[in-house]
């Protein structure tokens, strides 16, 4: 048998480029359906897992993928702004906690997060090193943030302009890293969490400032009465948070109206759950509520019908492809016929002949499983990552 | 053969490797916990409220230092971590203790205990505004925050101590409401002693050394005048001056100290025809009793300053 395996082999190596032609249509009819289907039933799991893990998010009434897209992939595109008043009146709706999450800024292509410490719990984040945010101006990074910035304890990140070309916009804000979280293995990790006042800083909401009362902001005035102080541009601005000036930074009018992209609610059981659904029935409300794994189921249906067009392409293509190797096979064995005679006249039984050619079908066909093995072993292992990426995107 | 043994062995490697790179998580490291539910207040009369009603079912921590106003202290990143640990803070409201603005906590955790009767609150005027950027006018002003000066609002503080407790711990509230009963007691004791005393002083001018006693001010009905005299301090010839410009138009026979004043102070005072008594607002925790004690001894100090006429 090794003799028959062998001679299949030779005829196999020595005419490579039929081989890797034949080895790769295969592969790839092998693996197109079930990479797909491994692809979409990861990539659904994984976003179902993240959404299952979010009861409620309550946001500005506008588009419920976008919400949840935002809120639980963190991504670039945020939805319509809400308030901080909503986690107040969950809050006090004593149904459910409530922890805002405003995510629109980021750090080169690192999103912060500005939320409260009820989200580490709610995720049930552990630290690599460091402790959570403390004060103003510190942030935690994400395991896969921490080794694309580079950054460890102490050191710092810079949230990044919206648009580069507003030059009367936001500036950057320079923020401390006062902890890495161990791996999530979810969109956590790619993340910067800073507290929400620290994201409202960086929007500019807050901001410490020189004294203006004080002599040494005396060049920074433009205008002085016995009532009022108007500052020019010169004003120094801080854009970093220290021990210094932190009793500097201050917000201005009440808290209740700032921006948030959502609120997370976590109803304290099933019930207290439908009853503040229920509050957000009203369609003239200017807030919604949506479960997330509703947003995402209908977003996987939506994606499952595409799949199943493409799997119905594939079979298609995958016959013609089948009948071809087939043809190739065939024709195969008429350009062989003197080789085949040959080796019939030197000794070689027909069956052992057959054998030969049996073998040299069923090592392209063993080859092509395993290359087709390993490519769906390849898209197990990344594939969900690349497809969340481009949705997300 | 040997070739052909060759990639498959690759392949399986491959596949074995590609495999083994799966999630794998750390097993998750145990938190420290309480031993039983963790309370920190922002200042002493909130976290005496919790050890009165909460006895020993809670943990009650209030860690500013004794020798710093709450109000104005700064807590270090340590004690901020204790903060974030508890399972209650209880904040004044008010704009008391700015820091925890400052910082970040939990959110769910935090209970304003003055939420009730925020709309009561006294508002500071600070007349000086400023703009820049397109922010608009704007002003630092606040509220006045002394808000347990007014024995009506510490029962309302007390009551939202009393709530918060009930809500983490269910299974004690009967326990909660019986000592919160008793403490209510006490503060409507204290509250009736003070509107006697009150009524004593009518409407005679009086000085307070500093501006904290606002709230004491108007659930009291009293005709103060605040200066910013540090007791302790010997105040400066310009504070005397403005205290002789002030006692010509509000001819106060009596300043009201947050602590005891400075010797030469006071006797300039009675030389001036003011005499001295000290109302402590204990809003850090007293060296010696606690909070129900130093309101009786600022009641004694103001029954003896405006006796019972005979």
């Known amino acids: 048998m090794r003799d028959v395996l062998y001679l299949a082999w030779r005829y196999l190596v020595y005419n490579r480029l039929k081989t890797v032609i034949l080895v790769t249509s295969i592969t790839l009819i092998i693996y197109l359906p079930v990479g797909l289907n491994v692809v979409v039933e990861q990539s659904g799991e994984h976003l179902t897992a993240r959404a299952e893990a979010t009861p409620l998010l309550v946001g500005a009434k506008g588009s419920p993928l976008e919400l949840a897209l935002n809120s639980l992939y963190f991504s670039l595109d945020f939805p319509e702004l809400t308030d901080y008043s909503e986690v107040t009146a969950i809050t006090d709706s004593e149904l459910a906690t409530a922890i805002p999450l405003y995510v629109r800024f980021r750090s080169r292509s690192q999103p912060i997060v500005g939320t409260s410490l009820d989200y580490f719990e709610f995720r049930d984040f552990e630290f690599a090193s460091g402790r959570p945010m403390a004060v103003l101006g510190e942030c935690v990074v994400g395991a896969v943030a921490a080794e694309t910035l580079g950054v460890g304890i102490g050191d710092a990140v810079t949230s990044s302009p919206e648009t580069v070309f507003n030059l009367a916009g936001v500036y950057p804000l320079r923020m401390k890293v006062a902890g890495v979280l161990a791996k999530t293995y979810t969109s956590d990790d790619e993340a910067i969490f800073v507290d929400v006042k620290t994201a409202w800083i960086i929007q500019g909401l807050g901001h410490g400032h020189q004294d203006l009362a004080s002599p040494d902001a005396a060049a920074s005035v433009l205008d002085r009465s016995d009532d009022n102080i108007v500052a020019n541009a010169a004003l120094v601005q801080y854009n970093e948070i220290t021990a210094d000036n932190a009793d500097t930074f201050h917000f201005h009018g009440d808290l209740s109206g700032y921006p948030l992209t959502a609120v997370v609610a976590v109803p304290d059981d099933e019930k207290s759950g439908v009853i503040l659904r229920g509050r957000y029935a009203d369609e003239d409300a200017n807030s919604q509520i949506v479960r997330p794994v509703t947003v995402i189921d209908e977003l996987l249906d939506t994606i499952l019908t595409i799949q199943q067009f493409i799997v119905a392409a594939v079979i298609i293509v995958g016959l013609a492809t089948v009948a071809t190797a087939a043809l190739v096979f065939m024709l195969s064995l008429r350009l062989r016929r003197r080789e085949i005679d040959t080796m019939l006249k030197i000794g070689g039984s027909r069956p052992r002949v057959a054998s030969m050619l049996l073998a040299e079908v069923a090592i392209v066909i063993v080859l092509s499983a395993m290359l087709a093995s390993v490519i769906t072993l390849l898209t197990w292992r990344f594939g969900p990552g690349i497809i969340e990426s481009f949705v997300l995107a | ?310």
């Open chain 2, 1 to 310: 053969m040997i070739a052909l043994a060759r990639p498959l062995t690759i392949a399986a490697i491959l596949m074995l490797l590609v495999a083994c790179s799966s999630d794998e998580r750390a097993p998750a490291s145990d938190a420290e916990k309480w031993a039983m539910p963790g309370v920190y207040a922002v200042n002493y009369p909130l976290a005496y409220f919790a050890e009165r009603i909460g006895a020993d079912s809670v943990e009650v921590a209030f860690p500013a230092p004794a020798d710093v106003d709450p109000a104005m202290w700064v807590p270090a990143v340590d004690t901020i971590a204790g903060y974030q640990g508890a399972d209650l803070v209880l904040l004044n409201g008010a704009g008391y203790a700015a820091w925890v603005q400052r910082v970040t906590l939990s959110q769910s955790r935090l209970v304003d205990t003055s939420a009730e009767f925020a709309e009561r609150l006294i508002p500071v005027e600070n007349d000086l505004t400023h703009s820049h950027g397109p922010a608009g006018d704007h002003s630092h002003g606040g509220t006045a925050f002394t808000t347990w000066l007014d024995a009506g609002f510490a029962i309302e503080h007390a009551s939202a101590v009393l709530n918060a407790l009930s809500r983490l711990q269910p299974e004690n509230a009967t326990d909660y409401r019986d000592r919160f009963d008793g403490l209510e007691q006490q503060l409507l004791s204290l509250d009736q002693a003070l509107k006697d005393i009150a009524s004593r002083i009518g409407d005679q001018p009086l000085l307070f050394s500093h501006p904290v006693y606002q709230y004491l001010e108007r659930r009291y009905a009293l005709n103060g005048h605040s200066l910013h005299w540090e007791p302790g301090v010997m105040p400066d010839e310009r504070q005397w001056r403005e205290l002789s410009g002030i006692l010509a138009k509000h001819a106060a026979a009596w300043m009201i100290w947050e602590g005891r004043p400075h010797p030469e102070a006071r006797d300039r005072l009675e030389s001036l025809g003011v005499r001295s008594v000290v109302f402590r607002p204990a809003g850090n925790r007293p060296e010696t009793g606690d909070f129900m004690s130093v309101m009786h001894e600022n009641l004694q100090a103001l029954q003896q300053a405006f006796p019972t006429s005979p």
